[in-house]
């Protein structure tokens, strides 16, 4: 019976273990990409841009066969609003050809912030050092965010703490995204700085038992969140 209630005990410990591990798996930042669609016509004859949706409307410009103009608007009429170098104006809608043309813009603040997190989830596993500023040989928590953010951003923090918390831009736990820094305070004192990597997760030089870890934001309760990035 003692056998196999240690079995069980043992069991629910490997559970136990697993579980913890999937809740501080981290994940990049995630990227935002914003498509946009813009519909063009290219002129299959030479054409005359009128005023008004008639043939009769007064001409604006001459658009040749083979320009290409952005369509403003389509009617039901047969006729389409583009944009020429003198304004906008009416062609009919069978001289031309439709052409979409679709842009993807990247999110850049996005993209640095994941650029910073990739980086700093490079060191996990590394070296808790009191004093130390590379996390390579090993780095306390402020020189472990210094480090980072310098290398991968090019943003300059003092080494300290308490000192990085009085830097860039006070922000609520609801506004923080990938790169902003967390604050911990022991007995009213600022006393440890962590790096956000989103989704409640922050990577950190914790411990010199624990060293580079990933936790729960929430493992100790944050007194202050501030953003150093755009």
Known sequence: ??????????????????????????????????????????????????????????VVAAAFKGQTCEVMETADNGWLKIKVPDGDGYIRSDSATLIEKTKEKVDESALERKEVVDYALQFVGGRYVYGGVNPNTGVDCSGFTRYVLK????????????????????????????????????NGSINHVALYLGEGKVVHASTEKTGIIVTNVMYRKPVKFVSVLN
């Not at 308490?162 to 860039?168: D, N, P, V």
């Open 1 to 58: 019976m003692k056998f196999r209630i240690w079995k069980v005990m043992g069991l629910l410990g490997l559970l136990t273990t697993l579980n913890f591990n999937n809740q501080t798996e981290a994940k990049a930042a995630e990227i935002t990409v914003e498509t946009s669609t813009t519909l063009y016509a290219r002129l299959d004859k030479p054409e005359s841009v009128r005023l008004t949706a008639e043939d009769s409307g007064a």
């Open 151 to 186: 290398k991968s951003a090019d943003v300059d923090l003092v080494h300290s703490a308490r000192s990085q918390a009085g830097e860039g831009k006070i922000i609520s736990y609801d506004q923080a995204r990938p790169g902003d820094l967390v604050f911990y305070s022991r």
